[in-house]
T-cell receptor
Framework: EPEVTQTPSHQVTQMGQEVILRCVPI?????FYWYRQILGQKVEFLVSFYNNEISEKSEIFDDQFSVERPDGSNFTLKIRSTKLEDSAMYFC????????????FGSGTRLTVV | DAKTTQPPSMDCAEGRAANLPCNHSTISGNEYVYWYRQIHSQGPQYIIHGLKNNETNEMASLIITEDRKSSTLILPHATLRDTAVYYCIVSESGANSKLTFGKGITLSVRP
């Protein structure tokens, strides 16, 4: 069964540093997303991406965040200057045209900012 | 905010059917009901979705009331591996539609 792959599984970074979280969506999917989940809290939408541009973003997705699809397979989330409150699980997801099977989420990257 | 209401938790015996309720009284005509689950801290997993007709796939069945104000997810033969947080989500269909997760219902399957 096709999977969404996220790397690394765990990232520890110092406050103020830049981090890039990487995702390889399912190959024939056209829509890409990032969600996050702070420990013990709800899963929150960050951003959706289609046709090489952001479709929608939440209030969380401020100027410190950016997304990119640098090539035909990767989808990245960059946090420019990390804060303690950015510590969370970050989930990448993708979906196909027609949306018959919902999103497929990756296993997540646990980001710890110290 | 999530447009759905779910009990915080329930349990069922292994091998029995698990019936997970969800209220969505403010659902609008073009919104679908989606169910996802999250096992431990893994990524959410799509289960099933529907508009107004009952739906069934290899994982579960979805029963939507005629007025569409509530639904029930049925796991016909629950196993220990079905222990998870189950999220009922109302959203417009379309690959670009965001999902608004609530707290979900924690299902515990006991041996």
């Amino acid at each position: 069964e096709p999977e969404v792959t996220q790397t690394p599984s765990h990232q520890v970074t110092q406050m103020g540093q830049e981090v890039i979280l990487r995702c390889v969506p399912i190959s024939n999917h056209l829509y890409f997303y990032w969600y996050r989940q702070i420990l013990g809290q709800k899963v929150e939408f960050l951003v959706s991406f289609y046709n090489n541009e952001i479709s929608e973003k939440s209030e969380i997705f401020d100027d410190q965040f950016s997304v990119e699809r640098p090539d035909g397979s990767n989808f990245t989330l960059k946090i420019r200057s990390t804060k303690l409150e950015d510590s969370a699980m970050y989930f990448c997801a993708s979906s196909e045209e027609g949306f018959n099977y919902g999103y497929t989420f990756g296993s997540g990257t646990r980001l710890t900012v110290v | 905010d999530a447009k759905t209401t779910q009990p915080p938790s329930m349990d069922c015996a292994e091998g029995r059917a698990a019936n997970l309720p969800c209220n969505h009284s403010t659902i609008s005509g073009n919104e679908y009901v989606y169910w996802y689950r999250q096992i431990h801290s893994q990524g959410p997993q799509y289960i099933i979705h529907g508009l107004k007709n009952n739906e069934t796939n290899e994982m579960a069945s979805l029963i939507i009331t005629e007025d569409r104000k509530s639904s029930t997810l049925i796991l016909p033969h629950a196993t220990l591996r079905d222990t998870a947080v189950y999220y009922c989500i109302v959203s417009e269909s379309g690959a670009n539609s965001k999902l608004t997760f609530g707290k979900g219902i924690t299902l515990s399957v006991r041996p």
